[in-house]
T-cell receptor
Framework: DTAVSQTPKYLVTQMGNDKSIKCEQN?????MYWYKQDSKKFLKIMFS???????INETVPNRFSPKSPDKAHLNLHINSLELGDSAVYFC???????????????FGPGTRLTVL | QQPVQSPQAVILREGEDAVINCSSS?????VHWYRQKHGEAPVFLMI?????EQKGHDKISASFNEKKQQSSLYLTASQLSYSGTYFC???????????FGTGTRLKVLA
């Protein structure tokens, strides 16, 4: 059974379109994250949800909107896609302890988004 | 500010040792280490929570110098499977800020 899964694995789309990436974890964790890894391989946290509540919201364009329907799911919707949005997006989950990210994060396989 | 890792890249022969450093400009609460192979997701190696803490498993260990705001990852007697990009992930004290370092590409040759 896959611990953290993402769909789709690849996403190719035109500038200006709206797209969504879905993430699900079956580890029973209470915290989920979205990361963006650019072409230079820098990994940057975008959002984090703890028990469906947004706890980390980095400086990300408001075209990006996360949604957490329950603790096991965290989806990412992107409006009006731009060329610079091309990257690999990773979802991750962990168990939140003592108000901190001090536990192992499990990453999904990633979604490679290409904006043409 | 993104933690800076050094070296940026390193090539080793099987059996050689390597040290990867992670330096932050801010006080750190914890340091995580991850390895990412090409085309795959990052995989957790270890976490260090206290200043001065050292951890290790197999031939990979790490230390955390809270005062110097830095952590080091030690790879001993490297194996081909150690190849990949290593990232430190840091949580800044008193915040929920979690930032990955600049990454170190490591290649082990037979």
């Amino acid at each position: 059974d896959t611990a953290v899964s993402q769909t789709p694995k690849y996403l190719v789309t035109q500038m200006g379109n709206d797209k969504s990436i879905k993430c699900e974890q079956n580890l029973g964790h209470d915290t989920m994250y979205w990361y963006k890894q650019d072409s230079k391989k820098f990994l940057k946290i975008m959002f984090s949800y703890n028990n469906k509540e947004l706890i980390i919201n980095e400086t990300v364009p408001n075209r990006f909107s996360p949604k957490s329907p329950d603790k096991a799911h965290l989806n990412l919707h992107i409006n009006s896609l731009e060329l610079g949005d091309s990257a690999v997006y990773f979802c991750a989950s962990s168990q939140w302890t003592s108000g901190s990210i001090n536990n192992e994060q499990f990453f999904g396989p990633g979604t490679r988004l290409t904006v043409l | 500010q993104q933690p800076v890792q050094s070296p940026q890249a390193v090539i080793l022969r099987e059996g050689e040792d390597a040290v990867i450093n992670c330096s932050s400009s801010k006080a750190l609460y914890s340091v995580h280490w991850y390895r990412q192979k090409h085309g795959e997701a990052p995989v957790f190696l270890m976490i260090l929570l206290k200043g001065g803490e050292q951890k290790g498993h197999d031939k990979i260990s790490a230390s955390f110098n809270e005062k110097k705001q830095q952590s080091s990852l030690y790879l001993t007697a490297s194996q081909l499977s150690y190849s990949g990009t290593y990232f430190c992930g840091t949580e800044t004290s008193g915040t929920y800020k979690y930032i990955f370092g600049t990454g170190t590409r490591l290649k082990v040759l037979a």
